[in-house]
C-alpha cells in the first residue's frame, strides 16, 4: 500500500490550492478515502473523508463549506481543493486509506498559509 501526496506549497490568505494523493498497491476503489493534516506543535487532527461505496463526504467543522475532498477511482486519486484558505490552515496534510483489514498513511505534504 502506498500513498503520495502533492500539491502543497505557500499560498496568501483567502487563496485556493488543491492537493491530490496518488494510491498505489491495493484495491484503491474499496477503501475509504481521508484527509488528516498536523500543524507544528499540535496533534494530527482529521479534515475530511469519502467513502469508498457511494462517495458520501464528511467534514471537519473547521473546513466545512471551504474544503471539498473527492476521489476518482479510476485513476486511484483522492483530492483536496482548499479554498478561503486561512493561516490556521497552516499544516502538513496527510492522505489515509481505510479498509477492511488494512490502513495507510501517505509522507505528507507542507501547506502554509501566509501573507
Known amino acids: 500500500v502506498q500513498l503520495v501526496e502533492s500539491g502543497g506549497g505557500l499560498v496568501q490568505p483567502g487563496g485556493s490550492l488543491r492537493l491530490s494523493c496518488a494510491a498505489s498497491?491495493?484495491?484503491?476503489?474499496?477503501?475509504?478515502m481521508s484527509w488528516y493534516r498536523q500543524a507544528p506543535g499540535k496533534e494530527r487532527e482529521w479534515v475530511a473523508r469519502i467513502s469508498s461505496g457511494d462517495g458520501s463526504t464528511n467534514y471537519a467543522s473547521s473546513v466545512k463549506g471551504r474544503f471539498t475532498i473527492s476521489r476518482d477511482n479510476s485513476k486511484k486519486m483522492v483530492y483536496l481543493q482548499m479554498n478561503s484558505l486561512k493561516p490556521e490552515d497552516t499544516a502538513v496534510y496527510y492522505c489515509?486509506?481505510?479498509?477492511?483489514?488494512?490502513?495507510?498513511w501517505g509522507q505528507g505534504t507542507q501547506v502554509t498559509v501566509s501573507s
Open positions: 489515509y486509506a481505510v479498509g477492511r483489514v488494512a490502513s495507510a
Open positions: 498497491g491495493f484495491s484503491f476503489s474499496n477503501y475509504a
